[in-house]
């Protein structure tokens, strides 16, 4: 999810619940320092309300904050417990095995008390599949709106709804803050199981390496692939102990189930980008869609009569108050997806190093937007870098790889859509 980028020379190493910014004040003073500010600056703008909602739920995730070895001396929750003993290892992990910052980002834990840490609302035009962009200051534009109360996010899909929108609804389970706070475990998915929490963790961790303004696409699948490539060694690391056989079936089965719900999917988006772009009249366009649609849902349960486990995806097809899903529903998933083939190509072209993976995607980042786009597309189709991304990219005639090598309260609040398409609770 987003936030503002704080520059990794900035980060520090962990010690505790503390902001990142100058000086040393404990984070509640601080919080409630910026939440002040932030409430007089926009004391004159619409948008008053929303960020204040925003300030207000950081604010609280960041209070409730008790450092692990507190939490693990006084529960009797043994799960928790053992919960967040794994969580420990896997944030270890992420820095000394995968580069991933070295921070206090989860070395806390909050007990939120609610199924999520925050809803975002995903909107778009009747007959698109361009989700409509929110723009902020620090987090700048994003395809989502993000709040700390689902009622809040409810009333926001009404009224976009009310206006001829689709209108998307989903629960997210954690955020980033992309370093400016120290982001602590939350009961929403630490007892995910434990490919899933490894994959959270390895993803938001991925935000605070690397984040570029405006451009949501970007910075979730360079997020998605640091998570794939992260699973993928913390189990590889894992094969001297009894777990490593339960690990890889978890991790199959979950990338099974997964692959072909994006499917289903991707087959779907296809068929409507083409209607959308058609010169069909809107009437027959509208009636086509919803053809479309029933199409998929009725894929989807001939699906799961061969692969019961599909059904972890049952709320996601039911859709907005069971109408099932529309075009925002379809954005929201396209989001997080569009651009790994790219990611992946990078990431084989550094010889799956992943520092230098990370190198090589900041030089991308710094591109101009058409330049990113047209580079990123070149990898997807197979293209490489040349010259550093400051370069062009080039055809590769080979099969094998290309040489080897602010937080929260100032933006939408949000988080990762992506994982209103990974049940993971379920172990998915």
């Not at 700048?140 to 009622?151: K, P, T």
């Not at 935000?207 to 998570?227: G, I, M, P």
Request: hydrophobic residues 40%; aromatic residues 8%.
């Amino acid at each position: 999810m987003s936030g503002e980028p704080s520059t990794t020379g900035a980060r520090r190493a962990s010690d505790g619940a503390r902001w990142r910014g100058p000086g040393a004040a404990p984070v509640r003073a601080r919080t409630a320092v910026a939440a002040a500010l932030l409430a007089t600056l926009l004391e004159g703008c619409g948008f008053a309300d929303y960020y204040w909602q925003g300030v207000t739920g950081q604010v609280g995730v960041l209070a409730g904050a008790r450092p692990l070895d507190e939490v693990l001396a006084s529960t009797s929750d043994e799960r928790l417990a053992e919960r967040l003993r794994l969580a420990q290892q896997i944030r270890a992990f992420a820095t000394r095995e995968l580069g991933l910052p070295d921070n206090g980002s989860y070395t806390r834990y909050t007990d939120l008390g609610r199924p999520f840490v925050v809803w975002n609302v995903f909107a778009t035009p009747a007959l698109s599949l361009e989700p409509r962009q929110w723009c902020f200051p620090v987090a700048g534009c994003v395809s989502y709106r993000g709040y700390f109360a689902e009622a809040g996010a409810q009333a926001e899909a009404r009224r976009l709804a009310a206006r001829g929108d689709d209108v998307h609804v989903g629960g997210v389970p954690a955020y980033s803050t992309l370093g400016w706070f120290d982001d602590p475990l939350l009961s929403s998915f630490v007892r995910y199981p434990d490919t899933s929490l490894a994959r959270l963790i390895f993803h938001e961790l991925a935000h605070q390496q690397l984040y570029v303004r405006d451009d949501t696409a970007f910075n979730e699948s360079f997020a998605s692939v640091v998570e794939e490539a992260g699973l993928d060694r913390w189990i590889a690391a894992q094969a001297d102990t009894p777990e490593h056989a339960r690990l890889l079936a978890e991790k199959a089965r979950g990338e099974r189930l997964r692959a072909r719900f994006r499917e289903l999917v991707r087959a779907t988006r296809e068929d409507l980008g083409a209607l959308y772009a058609s010169a069909r009249p809107d009437d027959e366009k509208l009636a086509r869609k919803q053809q479309a649609f029933a199409a998929m849902r009725e894929a989807y349960e001939a699906a799961k009569a061969g692969e019961a486990g599909l059904a972890a995806y049952d709320r996601w097809f039911a859709g907005p108050d069971g109408r099932g899903p529309n075009n925002a529903s379809l954005a929201a998933v396209g989001l997080y997806d569009d651009r790994a083939p790219a990611f992946r190509a990078l990431l084989r072209g550094a010889g799956g190093d992943l520092r230098t993976f990370y190198a090589k995607a900041r030089e991308i980042a710094a591109l101009p937007r058409a330049e990113r786009d047209a580079l990123l597309d070149g990898l997807a189709g197979g293209g490489s870098m040349s010259g550093g991304a400051m370069g062009a990219y080039a055809p590769v005639a080979r099969t094998r790889p290309a040489a080897r090598g602010g937080p929260a309260a100032l933006s939408p609040v949000g988080g990762d859509a992506c994982r209103l398409a990974r049940p993971q609770a379920r172990g998915l």
